[in-house]
């Protein structure tokens, strides 16, 4: 555009000049020049827009090309995602439907075994089930709760349902049942509940117990003085018969030892308290089947009420008693590690199993 418009002024200053020095030419001729000049000055013009127009387009149309370029490079990506996460989607739904259909062929076999099972399932077969069972319930009785009377009860309920086989096969199952009821029963019964309330009420009844006075040693024994009847000893004689007088109003007694004293109210509440605790102790003791914890934490006990409690309270003396009666008791038990019974009853159970489903598959075949 700059060129155009230079060469524009360029032949506008050619002409000037030739006017100048051509005054002579008549005005045709100038008007024939300017059309010329007027025309040519149209055309570049024209020519200078389309130039302009040409460049613009050419712009617009590479802008246009770099867009439907990103674009495609945009929906390609797209695409491609999608696609994966398409086939990532087919993947585990196809890896769910085979999980689903494996399961179902479990539980189809599952299904399928217990049917066998219960076709070749004989009536008596249903007697060792529940006799296993009972074992099993003995088991859990015994080892988790140590309840020794609920497993003895449950192991004759399970040797009762053997016994009810009538199978000569099934001795030596009776047997080690036999001889699992018998060690059963040579088991010490501890009366837990027994033992916990009688501790639970002697600690409320160490409140009312009787504190003890201050302890005295015994006083020494003085021998009686006696007047004589010499006439020689008057001096000895009237001391003593002044000692005697002066003594229906004034005593005096020697004592050799040591004097324990009266406990404070303050001391006499933590004497409580710690009473209490011990026999709280002894309750945690029975809880844990701890022979040892028990008869440390009553000893103890027993000790503290002889030492600091009145003993000529008939109170206090109970309280000793039922502490003496309770120590007498022993809390240890050595349970068995298993019982014999488990093992063979099991073992039999899953042996006629296994021969009733190799019936039932070959009758079905």
């Not at 003890?212 to 007047?227: D, G, I, S």
Request: glycine share 2%; net charge neutral.
């Amino acid at each position: 555009m700059t060129d155009n418009h230079n060469n524009i002024n360029d032949t506008m200053a050619e002409v000037s000049a030739s006017t100048q020095t051509k005054p002579q030419k008549n005005k045709g001729q100038k008007r024939a020049t300017a059309a010329i000049i007027l025309a040519v000055l149209l055309t570049g013009s024209v020519i200078a827009f389309e130039a302009y127009q040409y460049t613009q387009s050419q712009q617009t149309i590479n802008q246009l090309k770099a867009q439907v370029s990103r674009l495609t490079t945009h929906i390609n990506d797209e695409l491609e995602n999608n696609q994966s996460a398409v086939e990532k989607q087919t993947t585990a739904l196809q890896h769910k439907l085979e999980t689903q259909a494996e399961q179902q062929e479990k539980s189809i076999k599952s299904l399928q075994l217990a049917i066998t099972d219960i076709k070749g399932r004989r009536p008596n077969d249903w007697l060792l089930a529940e006799a296993d069972y009972l074992v099993k319930m003995a088991g859990r009785k015994l080892f988790l709760e140590h309840d020794v009377e609920s497993a003895t009860q449950l192991m004759m309920s399970a040797d009762q349902r053997i016994a009810a086989l009538n199978d000569p096969s099934l001795v030596p199952l009776r047997k080690a049942m036999a001889d699992d009821i018998t060690q059963l029963k040579s088991l010490p019964v501890i009366d837990k509940e027994g033992l916990i309330l009688k501790l639970i009420s002697l600690q409320q009844e160490v409140d009312q117990l009787p504190l003890a006075n201050a302890l005295l040693p015994k006083e020494e024994k003085q021998q009686q003085q006696v007047v004589s009847e010499d006439i020689n000893d008057w001096q000895t004689n009237l001391m003593t018969s002044l000692q005697e007088f002066a003594g229906h109003f004034i005593t005096f007694r020697t004592r050799e030892g040591n004097t324990t004293p009266l406990l404070s109210p303050t001391q006499h509440f933590y004497l409580k308290e710690n009473m209490k605790a011990k026999l709280e102790t002894a309750i945690k003791g029975v809880y844990a089947e701890n022979n040892d914890i028990y008869q440390t934490s009553l000893n103890v006990a027993q000790e503290w009420s002889t030492k600091f409690f009145n003993q000529q309270s008939i109170k206090v003396k109970q309280f000793e008693q039922e502490i003496a009666q309770l120590q007498k008791k022993d809390i240890t038990v050595d349970y068995p590690v298993k019982l014999k019974t488990q093992k063979p009853l099991t073992d039999l159970i899953s042996d006629r199993l296994r021969r009733s489903i190799s019936a039932v598959g070959q009758g079905d075949k």
